[in-house]
């Protein structure tokens, strides 16, 4: 008995000990690297409602060397996440913006800005409600208010917003770095971040508000870059309780417990579209339009894969005959399976469920961190 007693103890200790990290990891306020930033470089501070949002927009600004989200406007030293979001503080969400004016200006940064969020919601951000996720510009210089000033001029000149623009323009004061944890959050959860994102409504609404015209600035020559590090590389694979609030029970019961969805009736069985497919969990690339074909089974088949080092094959015994299952490397979803009885050059038929994949539309590539695929389509029609 008193080992058993022994066996609880030292579990009980285990589990306090890997709740503690946890939780002071996620308190671990983000210090910058000593040297990281040119010191010729601009800084620039912008409230636009959720930071993983606005950090991941102006990180694909070309120009733009370096984002931290943190927190700026009120008076409370040190605030942490918890007290901003509980609007105590009078900070709000924010963002600061290491840029080099050479290769983009003040004024294109705030532009930018404004074609990013909803600057005429007094309330909040999309779903996030309260002070702390209201629109903000943070000025460092009486040239910079000015310029932030003139562009909302401008922007209410032209009606460009269905309601007036509430953006508050406010002398900068002490930026405070958030939690580690929110630093890149979008690279480190990128299923969690896209589902966020989507469920806000924020794309949907500047979709609807600016069109193609979202990415561009006042400067001449100035283009969005669309060089991101492939989330899929740094993929943390959420809990099971995590996947089973952010996918589907279809897309679930595939991925998490191996099941088969319905022949015929899913989603990508017909798609003739060009693009790829992803892993519906981490995003990591896996197949390609250009190498898909009717197989007349009912599910999306492929006869080869764009990227093998994310491609697992295991045995599988479920069924009388043994059949090589497909699973993914960095999610480790279930895909399907592959068979020996597709077309040429490789003979494969890759038997795919839709619900474990996601498709990106060969317009959506670059934008999605995917371009280095589009050599893919450079001799299609």
């Not at 030292?10 to 671990?28: E, P, Q, R």
């Not at 990013?116 to 779903?127: I, V």
């Not at 009606?159 to 630093?183: D, G, L, M, R, V």
């Not at 043994?322 to 597709?342: M, N, Q, T, Y």
Request: proline letters at 6%.
């Amino acid at each position: 008995m008193k080992q058993k007693h022994m066996y609880i103890i030292i579990f009980i200790i285990l589990a306090l000990g890997i709740y503690f990290l946890t939780f002071w990891k996620n308190k671990t306020i983000y210090q910058e690297p000593a040297g990281s930033v040119p010191l010729s470089s601009g800084v620039a501070y912008f409230a636009g409602g959720c930071f993983w949002c606005t950090e991941s927009d102006f990180e694909k600004l070309a120009g733009v060397t370096s984002v931290i989200s943190g927190y700026m406007g009120g008076d409370e030293p040190n605030p942490t996440y918890e007290q901003v979001s509980a609007h105590v503080t009078g900070h709000r969400e924010s963002i600061k913006v290491y840029y080099d004016p050479a290769k983009v200006s003040y004024q294109a940064l705030v532009e930018y800005f404004f074609k990013h969020h909803d600057p005429t919601d007094a309330g909040g951000s999309f779903y996030d409600r309260g002070h702390s996720y209201t629109s903000a510009i943070y000025y460092s210089t009486p040239e910079e208010k000015t310029i932030a000033e003139n562009v909302v001029k401008d922007l209410e000149a032209r009606h460009i917003f269905p309601k007036p623009i509430i953006t508050s323009i406010e002398p900068a004061k002490t930026f405070w770095n958030a939690e580690e944890y929110h630093q890149d959050y979008y690279k480190k959860n990128p299923l969690r971040y896209e589902y966020y994102r989507k469920g806000s409504g924020r794309d949907a609404y500047i979709e609807n508000v600016w069109g193609a015209q979202k990415e561009e600035t006042g400067d001449k020559g100035q283009e969005t870059s669309t060089t991101t590090v492939a989330g899929w590389r740094i993929f943390v694979k959420p809990s099971d309780a995590e996947l089973k609030k952010i996918l589907t029970p279809m897309q679930y019961g595939v991925t998490q417990k191996n099941a088969t969805e319905p022949a015929f009736q899913n989603e990508y069985d017909k798609n003739k579209k060009e693009g790829i497919y992803v892993d519906v969990v981490s995003g990591e690339p896996l197949f390609s339009s250009t190498q898909k074909f009717d197989s007349g089974t009912g599910w999306p088949s492929f006869f080869d894969t764009i990227a093998p080092e994310n491609i697992v094959k295991q045995n599988d015994f479920l069924l009388i005959i043994p059949r090589s299952e497909i699973r993914s490397k960095h999610a480790d979803s279930h895909l399907g399976h592959v068979f020996d009885d597709g077309p040429a050059p490789t003979g494969l038929r890759y038997c795919m469920n839709s619900s474990a994949l996601r498709f990106v539309p060969k317009e959506n590539m670059e934008v999605a961190g995917y371009g280095e695929y589009l050599k893919l389509f450079s001799h299609s029609k």
